[in-house]
């Protein structure tokens, strides 16, 4: 067993008392996609994103010594890598999967060029002072590598993201185009992933 699998499985027995049987994969994900790549594994940070995405933060401090604990079990002990099955672990949360879907569609109907100064000022903006540093990292990462996965975050977060995507299309594009981008990038999303409707509602 790997060292990255076994923290998988560790972060996954920590989590199982506080996440249903769905949320623990997409958890485990969020490790997987954003933290375990780091120079340092930051498990307060990770614990802060769990807390808000699930709606857990009155247990926070319960899952954070949970997870410390699970880290020293003997290998026995831990639960499956709930990452095991490739086929459905890598699923997003609903709000954050119809996110990254407009995006990419309203990216899909500029040209390369057009495309890119796009993302290219969604980046800018996330220099702004307010931003969180923990999201401005995810976003920064899934920006640069936009054909991967976007990792997990609240339907707060992903709202005002998308506010400010649509601010930043009519700066550069004006008001009327940009609803008709965003308007185009919606109904394709919707028209592609009918299962998102509810997601798309919250966000838009």
């Known amino acids: 067993m790997s060292p990255e699998e076994r923290h998988r499985r560790a972060i996954a027995t920590g989590l199982a008392p506080y996440l249903d049987s769905r949320q623990v994969p ?9 933290y375990a790549h780091r120079p340092r594994f930051s498990l307060q940070g990770y614990v802060s994103h769990i ?5 857990v933060g009155g247990r926070r401090h319960d899952l954070h010594l949970s997870l410390v604990q699970a ?9 499956p890598d709930p990452l095991g099955d490739e086929d459905g672990a890598h699923r997003a949360h609903p709000c954050t999967e119809a996110f990254q879907l407009l995006m990419r569609a309203l990216w899909a109907q500029l040209d390369a060029g057009q495309a890119g100064q796009v993302r290219l000022d969604q980046l800018t903006d996330l220099r702004r002072p307010g931003v969180d540093p923990a999201l401005r ?24 993201l998308l506010n400010r995507a649509y601010v930043l299309l009519c700066e550069r594009f004006g008001p009327v185009h940009s609803d008709r981008l965003l308007k185009l990038a919606v109904d394709r999303v919707r028209g592609q992933r009918p299962g998102l409707e509810a997601a798309l509602h919250a966000l838009l």
């Open 71 to 79: 880290m020293t079990l003997p290998d026995r002990e831990l639960l």
């Open 137 to 160: 990292d995810t976003l920064e990462y899934w920006l640069n590598h936009a054909d991967g996965d976007l990792a997990p975050l609240d339907q707060d977060q992903l709202r005002r």
């Open 51 to 55: 807390s808000r995405l699930f709606e």
């Open 26 to 34: 997409e958890a485990v994900a969020l490790w997987q996609r954003d």
